[in-house]
């Protein structure tokens, strides 16, 4: 399965156009997608992007909810009606419009940070701040799920199961006649 992963950072040349890492751009190609899907990320000041597997992601997301729901409708227009198709150049490079470069704060660099099915598009600084805290509450995350884990794994030992303690009680029930 392709998936978008690391990390790179080009500069906007002086037409506003930024290039699509070639590793990125090979995964879209394979992908069957024309364009880059570009919508801005609810959670975060940066560009989710990628091909059908964003759009696909997105389309089950919304799928999720009634067709006319108040719920889907926000989603919806947030999530489809903000985005953006960008048109891909034959060397790779797609022009940011101003308002998917407002919402991730980009200037003159651009950060292309894979995540899986996906991509997102950040200014550098702004990303840095983000991983630095993502690292610690990461960590954070793993000890708390590894101690989760312990504790279940010894509340398994220390109980036993059904089968032994039936047998258990047979055995002292048989020794008490």
């Known amino acids: 399965m392709d998936e978008f992963v690391s990390k ?7 037409k506003g156009r930024v290039s699509i890492p070639a ?5 879209l190609a394979r992908d069957g997608y024309d364009n880059l899907f570009c919508s801005p990320s609810l959670e975060m000041d940066c560009v989710d992007a990628g091909g059908q597997g964003l759009r696909s992601a997105i389309d089950d997301y919304l799928n999720a909810f009634e067709v006319f729901s ?5 989603l919806a227009t947030t999530l489809l009606g903000e985005s953006e198709a960008l048109k891909m ?4 490079r797609v022009v940011l419009s101003e308002t998917l470069k407002g919402h991730a704060g980009i200037d ?7 995540n899986g099915f996906k991509f997102q598009i950040w200014n550098p600084e702004r990303y ?7 690292v610690e509450r990461a960590r954070a995350l793993r000890k708390s799920l590894t101690a989760q884990r312990q504790t279940s794994r010894m509340a398994r030992v220390a109980q036993p199961s059904t089968a032994q303690s039936s047998l258990g009680s047979k055995r002292d029930g048989e020794g008490a006649e």
């Open 89 to 92: 150049d034959k060397d790779g």
């Open 23 to 27: 590793a990125f751009r090979q995964i």
């Open 108 to 114: 003159d660099k651009v950060a292309f940070v894979g």
């Open 8 to 14: 790179y950072v080009n500069r906007l040349d002086s």
């Open 128 to 134: 840095e701040t983000y991983r630095s805290d993502a």
């Open 70 to 74: 108040e719920e889907r409708e926000i």
